[in-house]
């Protein structure tokens, strides 16, 4: 997984991504393609 300080960067990469919150972070997940994931915070 990606720590990432821009997330907007990364969910254009894929039509899959999808950016979620969970605890307070920002994550970038895709099912398809887990090499996308990311986090920031």
Same mark, same amino acid.
């Given at each position: 997984?990606?720590?990432? @300080?821009?997330? $907007?960067?990364?969910?254009? =990469?894929?039509?899959?991504?999808? #950016?979620? =919150?969970?605890?307070?972070? !920002?994550? #970038? !997940? @895709?099912?398809? @393609?887990? $090499?996308?994931?990311? =986090?920031?915070?």
């Amino acid at each position: 997984m990606k720590v990432r @300080n821009s997330l $907007r960067s990364l969910k254009s =990469r894929h039509r899959d991504c999808q #950016v979620v =919150r969970r605890k307070g972070r !920002i994550y #970038v !997940i @895709n099912k398809t @393609n887990p $090499r996308f994931k990311a =986090r920031q915070g």
